[in-house]
């Protein structure tokens, strides 16, 4: 493409910070991203994160997208008086002798990705963590040194603010209504309420869950499905300071609960109730949705019970946020098929949204320097899928997800 084209990235939440930020940093200069909301409140999937970074994932792309993220993470907190991402680990509790099996087998699925980890005792286990790890119920674990914990909100802060530096122009309060197309090829976009078309040589796609309302205006289906999604913190508790996390995050992949501190609270997730889809609509204007205790009541409670810090303990906000998954597990990275002028940057976690927007921002500006095969990412690999097998499969894997990330 020609250097001086215009880029319009839309979203401005860790997966279009990213892209942006990478589009600058290999040098092009027109990057314009475009957000409903304003600079400080984040409304999307970010704002509700609780930030857990694992590389260690079973799907060797994911592993290779969140290596790469872990490594810009670190850069940008880099001399931070509060770093956005904290290497602490991260600490998988088993609590079967399967488990504790399947351990050893990963550090050697570890040692082929380039990722260390080692198996630690029920004793060490506990010592890690004493406050999240059940010392009745630990048989040992599977310990990852250099995962991490990252405040979702104040790393997309600074991915802004570094891509501000390197010339990334942001526009706040500018809710993009449609996409502009002539002759069948993306030209722009048609901003909400106003109605102001504004001209791109390319549109990249990075709203998270709002994704297939804004796709679906060019034509284009999304293969992804949005989710709910519990998450759970304690009240504040006296004995904890401002410390935002001071032991590795902990994780139990028997239970597919996770858990960590943050701050004067501890917060936990499970993925142990029934796959809950959203509709995404133009009129949604948050991530997070009224607490659904029908469904995920049960789940929490049998996690409060697993995690020491949570047993008999008050308890604080409990939320119900909404992210984007696809059949397999990947982001949709890359050319919107039959769209030219249309990318996509979709269904990222956090965990994956530096390398994500690294892989886009290469494929965009053609440098031939991808991190992973574009095919494996490339979102039209569902096109022959019906919306039911799309959608059916997506939500069969939702536990599975826990896994892959
Ligand atoms: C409860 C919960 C727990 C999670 N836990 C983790 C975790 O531990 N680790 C992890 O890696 N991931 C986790 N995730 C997933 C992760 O948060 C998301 O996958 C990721 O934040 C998505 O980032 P995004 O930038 O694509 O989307 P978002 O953060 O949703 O950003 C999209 C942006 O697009 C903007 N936008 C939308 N529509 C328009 C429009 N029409 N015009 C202009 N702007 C628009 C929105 O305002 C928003 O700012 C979790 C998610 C939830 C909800």
Known sequence: MAAGDE??????????????LHLAALGHE?????????????????????????????????????????????????????????????????????RLEQAHADVEHGRRLGIEAYVVDAATAVA?????????????????????????????????????????RFRWNT??????????RVTGVRTRDGGEHLRAGHVVLAVGIWGPVLAATAGVRLPMVDVQHPYMFTAERPELDDTPI???????????????????????GSYA????????????????????????????????????AFRGARLGHRLNGVFAMTPDELPLVGP???????WLAEASWVTHAAGVGRQLANQLLETGDTLVDPARLAPGRFDAWSDLKVRETALGNYQGIYDAH
């Open 336 to 342: 919107a098929p039959g769209v030219p002028g249309l």
């Open 7 to 20: 880029i319009l990235v839309v979203g401005a939440g860790v997966v279009g910070a990213s892209v942006a």
């Open 175 to 184: 809710p993009v209504g449609a996409l502009e197309s002539e002759n069948g």
């Open 128 to 168: 890690h963590a004493p406050a999240l790890v059940d010392a009745g119920r630990a048989l040992g674990g599977l310990f990852i040194p250099t995962d991490g914990a990252a405040e979702p909100v104040a790393l997309t802060k600074a991915l802004i603010a570094e891509a501000e530096r390197a010339g990334v």
């Open 246 to 268: 001071d032991g590795p995050l902990v994780r139990y992949p028997d239970q597919t609960v996770y858990a960590r501190r943050h701050g004067r609270r501890y917060g936990l």
């Open 273 to 308: 109730h029934r796959p809950l889809p959203l509709e995404p609509t133009e009129d949604l204007t948050s991530a997070e949705r009224p607490f659904v205790a029908s469904d995920f009541e049960t789940a929490l409670d049998e996690a409060t019970a697993l995690v020491p």
């Open 30 to 98: 027109r990057v314009t991203v475009l957000d409903t909301r304003g600079p400080e409140h984040l409304p999307g999937s970010t704002g509700l994160a609780p930030g857990f970074v694992g590389q260690l994932s079973a799907t060797p792309e994911l592993a290779v997208l969140a290596k790469d993220s872990v490594a810009t993470y670190l850069a940008l907190s880099a001399g931070a008086d509060e770093p956005p991402f904290r290497q602490v680990g991260c600490l998988e509790v088993a609590t079967t002798p399967a």
